[in-house]
């Protein structure tokens, strides 16, 4: 059992390890800050709870990454720690209720509040009014040199003249980006806080110079003979000094002031000029600060109280329709982009044309986008109040915007209603958007799963003339390809490498590749199972005889009609008659004395070590299933990072057994 938690403990440390460096040394996140605080979250509490994990990359002991080679270090005369964060009202109390044990008496606390700018921290040391250096955060111990950078920025004093401005201090505060600002350099960088990060660490002041950046002081480092009482009198003289202070900061005398505040202004920040994820909480006395000190990582005097990561406001600036694989047409607002949990969105699905419908939305509305986890960003809905004159309503196209086929929405005769998704009428290559989907299917990991060729190559490929059809893709010209851009003799032949693999490839898996609706991998593997060989699948499809698979237990009406849909399009079997020629299409060899026999198995987060294709394939080795629903006919949900809390709370109603990662290697032994 020890054994099995440390494991999924130091699997975490190096998740860990990898997105701070992500973050902090390469400016370039992958995952959004509310998972990032929610990974560091997990991590302390599996320490909390097992006094015998430990490691010297907890969060506990870390802040931030060690400082690049690209610059000469420096270390701070004060550590310059990150702040513990509080997500609800409890932990606001805990927070307060750790400070008065440390106190040992009934102290009544003031707190100096202030938004939490979503940027990057930086320390200015001045001396006799000169500002003499100019240093990142880095881990908190030792920075990197950025002086010259730092001198760009336009809120940043060169020179303090004020009387009473000390002798030898360091000024801290946040580098960042205006919203607006950003919108003109979007495309070079995933999100304002990567932007201002990217520019504090050119070689060349000259290239930062270029960059909007603003800086706002919020507190001090060293200070050298420091007579202040109060927090917020020392943000008051900031201002008097030179240097911008927020507009926003405040004094709270209670927990429930703080709650107060910090519903309001989640409501209020999207108005902001800048993006902010938080607010934080100081004690306002600043000798109470320094007896209460620090953790190894962070004050113990303040807490930065996080937003919901979720959701945000945007305009609408247009709706666009897309066309994928089956000829569904999906509207997606282009929406003025916005910052929502680390994330830079600017392109929101709408669904369907009901969708558009029931929530009203136009052209020139703002609306409220929400985005969870891994879903694609939507909206939840529009603010009327908002609504401009000009706005207008979106007509939903009759025709495909691609190739120009009638669009139709399909009768169900089992709910009597018709779809909600209006479709292309095209079924094959005719239409390029569906051929495009349809090939970047093809290649898919559960269909021939050809590495080094994804979908943006697809897209080029295609735009190239050097892919039209499945088939192509075994004739490519790879002398042509080594003269693009971004490929090089290696990439080459890797690509030429995994080509060349997947000629050799399952009945089941090239059904599933030729891309026909309500034909799934399972249902690919049934049709697989029952017919046996290629030859059996092409002497069905020539004779039409589709009606014979209904005798296969899981296979319905709704297959059989997309099937026979699918075949009245002539060029579908040519591209299905070429293909059985170049392709080895090899029998479906099922193990039925496997160590899952008759089991179901659903996986829902990130597995480690192993890809979700990967898991699938182990399972179907060993005689499972998978399903891709929970319903009553599974057995197991395995649980991997992340998983879906909607699945897992569907899974206990149905009383499904919820099993991890490891227990599931056990079953496979």
Partial sequence: MNKNIKQNYLNKINEFKKHNKLYYENSSPI????????????????????????????????????????????????????????????????FEKKILNFLNEKVNLDYSVEPKIDGISASLTYKNGNLVIGVSRGDGKEGEIITDNLKTIKDIPHKVKNSNFPKDIEIRGEVFINKNDFEKIKDNFANPRNAASGSLRQKNPEET????LNFIAYTFGYFEDNKYKLQSDFLKDLKLWGFKTSEHNKIEKSISGLVSLHKKFEKERFQLEYDVDGLVYKINNLKLQKRLGFTSNAPRWAIAHKFSADYSYSEILNIEIQVGRTGALTPVAKVKAVNIGGVVVSNV??????????????????????????????VIEVDLKKRKNSSKKFIFPNNCPSCGSKTEKEFNKITKKYDAVRRCSSEGFECEKIAIEKLKHFISKEALNIDGLGKRVIEKFWD?????????????????????????KQSVSNLKYSIEKAREVTLDRFIFSIGVRHIGIENAKLIADNLKTIEGFIDIIN??????????????????????????????????????????????????????????????????????????????????????????????????????????????????KIISQQEWTKLLN
């Fill in 31 to 94: 995952i959004s800050d509310k998972e990032f605080d929610k990974l560091k979250k997990e991590i302390l509490d599996l320490e909390k709870k097992y006094i015998f994990l430990k490691s010297n990359f907890s969060p506990l002991k870390s802040v931030g990454f060690k400082p690049s080679k690209n610059f000469l270090k420096f270390k701070h005369r004060q550590k310059m720690l990150s702040l513990s964060n509080a997500f609800n009202e409890e932990d606001l109390i805990n």
């Fill in 209 to 212: 110079r270029k960059i909007p």
């Fill in 349 to 378: 699905t709408l669904h369907n044309e009901d969708e558009i419908l029931r929530k009203d939305i136009r052209i020139g509305d703002t609306a409220k986008i929400e985005r969870a986890g891994d879903v694609i960003p939507h």
């Fill in 464 to 488: 190239l003339k050097l892919i039209n059809s499945p088939e192509d893709i075994f004739k490519l010209d790879y002398d042509k390809i080594s003269n693009l851009d971004g490929w090089g």
């Fill in 543 to 656: 004779k039409k005889n589709i009606n014979e698979l209904l005798n296969i237990d899981g296979i319905g009406e709704t297959q059989i009609q997309s099937i026979k849909k699918f075949i009245k399009n002539k060029e579908n079997i040519n591209i299905i008659n070429k293909l059985s020629k170049i392709l080895s299409i090899k029998k479906l060899e099922i193990n039925k004395k496997g160590r899952l026999k008759g089991k179901t198995f659903m996986f829902t987060g990130k597995l480690a070590g192993i890809s979700r294709a990967e898991a699938k394939s182990l399972v179907e080795k060993n005689s499972g299933s998978i399903v891709s629903t929970v319903n009553q006919k599974l057995n197991y949900l395995v649980l991997g990072e992340k998983p879906t809390n909607k699945k897992i709370e569907l899974a206990k109603k149905l009383s499904v």
